[in-house]
């Protein structure tokens, strides 16, 4: 792929895969996918979800409540996660089997305690960035490749987020997997189709 493109490994951790904190079914199986594509590309960006223990999306931070509940919050609705990508764990660091040496930034996100960040873009807030696209900007970079964990909660938002701040943007469906609550698989695939988000197999890369 040429300057202008970028692949954006979202949250390839320990934490979002079996045996983790908030495990994806089959999150692993996006490991051999994306290390079959990110040599394609000159750039790679990966993002890092990287959470307080005390952080505010945690449902054990919140008495009498359990992971998946929602409750509101000042910036809106947020679901409760069970704990997960703890600063500094295990949990937390990216899977050991991908081959992305060539990677040129990892953008950590949802470390201030009481803001959760799905998107590698924009906190929940809606308001603090989180600097990635002027660092992408600053590099003439005007395309964006997505892949990683999870299809209907980081790699969505970062998709729309991506395409309000004018990137052409291309989610690789098989380099993803998601964790699919209430129906959020779905309304996710048609928030990025209708956002004019590409959607993609790696095997037509
Ligand atoms: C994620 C829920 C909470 C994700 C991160 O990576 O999709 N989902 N934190
Ligand atoms: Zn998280």
């Given at each position: ?24 079914a089959?999150?692993h ?48 609705e ?51 960035t ?63 189709a ?12």
């Open positions: 792929m040429n300057n202008s493109t970028a692949l954006l490994i979202v949250d390839a951790q320990y934490g979002f895969m079996p045996g983790g904190g908030l495990p994806v089959g999150g199986a996006i490991v051999p996918v994306v290390n079959r594509v990110a040599p394609r590309f000159a750039n790679v960006v990966l993002t890092q979800d990287w959470h307080p223990r005390d952080h505010v999306s945690f449902a054990a931070n919140h008495p009498g409540r359990q992971p998946f509940e929602t409750i509101s919050l000042p910036y809106g947020q679901v409760l996660w069970p704990v997960h990508c703890v600063q500094g764990t295990r949990d937390a660091a990216l899977h050991e089997g991908l081959r992305v040496d060539h990677a040129q930034l990892i953008v950590r996100k949802g470390y201030q305690r009481d803001i959760d960040s799905y998107s590698a873009f924009v906190e929940a807030d809606r308001r603090t989180t600097g990635l696209a002027a660092w992408l900007q600053a590099r003439g970079i005007t395309r964006l490749w997505l892949c990683g964990l999870a299809t209907d909660y980081c790699v969505a938002w970062s998709a729309l987020d991506a395409r309000a701040a004018g990137f052409e943007v291309t989610v690789i469906e098989d380099a993803c997997r998601a964790i699919d609550l209430n129906g959020s698989l779905a309304q996710a695939w048609a928030d990025m209708a956002a004019g988000v590409r959607r993609v197999d790696s095997a037509q890369i």
